[in-house]
Every structure is written in structure tokens, then in C-alpha cells.
């Protein structure tokens, strides 16, 4: 659930930037798009790309059984999601702008794909952050030893290698 409100915060503020880049736009163009006109476009713009987005992230994910998004599978949906949301909203909100506003709203969200994703930064794979996980459990369990064995610190139960152990000391995989 926490995935859907980030997406929902983050929908909102990238609605309010493309908001103010369209209402700038119009201002200097005297493309003539009122308030209303430019709030709405945004908030469909934004909708449709989120759901778009989204939808092909879970997808990709369940086709390929994988908890990732490759780089390449990101960036595509980067590139095409919000040319069609720009569209969509312009069809709707200023159909005699349709070219303009789809450029728009792609460069928009390109921006600010790149500034909040960093595609050209590896990320870690769902893999690596479980095994980070276990390192950092090992790694508090030796920080705090003294604490843990005079009892002033408690924390659930892991093996050697830094999985959890359930009450049984069976291991839990992740």
C-alpha cells in the first residue's frame, strides 16, 4: 500500500509541475488555455501516465516473474507513457493544441523521470537489497552484542548468515 500513496504523492507534484510548465507555455505563446483548462489537463495528463506507468510495471513484472523492471523496460515506459497521457488530456482539454501539448507534457515528464529515477545510475535489484538486509542485521548484531547479552536490547532471532529464524530456529527466507 506503501507503493500506491508514493505514487499518488508523487503523481500529484509532477501534476503540479506540468501544470505550471503548461500554464507558462500558454502564457508566452498566447495559446489562450485558461486555469481550468490547464488544471485539468494536468490531472488527466498525470492520471493516465500513473495508471499507464504502473500497469505496465506490474506486467512486465508478472510476464517476466520478477519483483524488477529492467533499466531498458523503465525507460521505454519512461519515453511512451507520457505521450499518451499528453495526448489523451489534450484531446479532451485542447484539441486544436494536440502536438504541442503531447511535446510538452513528453519533455516534462522526461525531466522529471531523470531527475527522481537516475536511469544512468545502476539500481539494485530486488535480490541485492534482501542480501544488503541480512548484512545489516549482521552487522547490528554485532554493533550491540554487549547490549543483547545484558539483555537492555532485544531483537528477533537470525543465523549466521543473517536470516531470520522463527521460533523453532527454522530459517526464514525472505
Known amino acids: 500500500m506503501g507503493v500506491v500513496y508514493g505514487r499518488i504523492g508523487l503523481g500529484i507534484l509532477e501534476a503540479v509541475a506540468l501544470g505550471a510548465v503548461v500554464a507558462v507555455w500558454s502564457a508566452l505563446t498566447d495559446a489562450g488555455l485558461v486555469s481550468d483548462r490547464v488544471t485539468g489537463f494536468a490531472i488527466l495528463a498525470t492520471a493516465v501516465r500513473e495508471t499507464l506507468d504502473a500497469a505496465s510495471m506490474r506486467l512486465t513484472m508478472r510476464i517476466q516473474r520478477t519483483n524488477d523492471m529492467s533499466t531498458a523496460q523503465r525507460l521505454l515506459s519512461a519515453l511512451i507513457c507520457p505521450a499518451i497521457g499528453g495526448a489523451l488530456a489534450a484531446i479532451v482539454f485542447a484539441p486544436h493544441r494536440l502536438t504541442h501539448l503531447t511535446l510538452l507534457t513528453w519533455a516534462t515528464f522526461l525531466v522529471i523521470f531523470c531527475a ?56 526464514i527466507e525472505d
Request: net charge negative; charged share 45%; aromatic share 10%.
Open 116 to 171: 527522481v529515477d537516475r536511469p544512468w545510475k545502476t539500481p539494485m535489484s530486488y535480490e541485492e537489497m534482501k542480501e544488503r538486509g541480512r548484512q545489516t542485521r549482521l552487522m547490528t548484531r554485532e554493533h550491540f552484542a554487549e547490549e543483547i547479552a545484558d539483555g537492555r536490547m532485544t531483537f528477533r532471532p537470525i543465523d549466521d548468515e543473517g536470516y531470520y529464524l522463527d521460533e523453532d530456529g527454522n530459517r
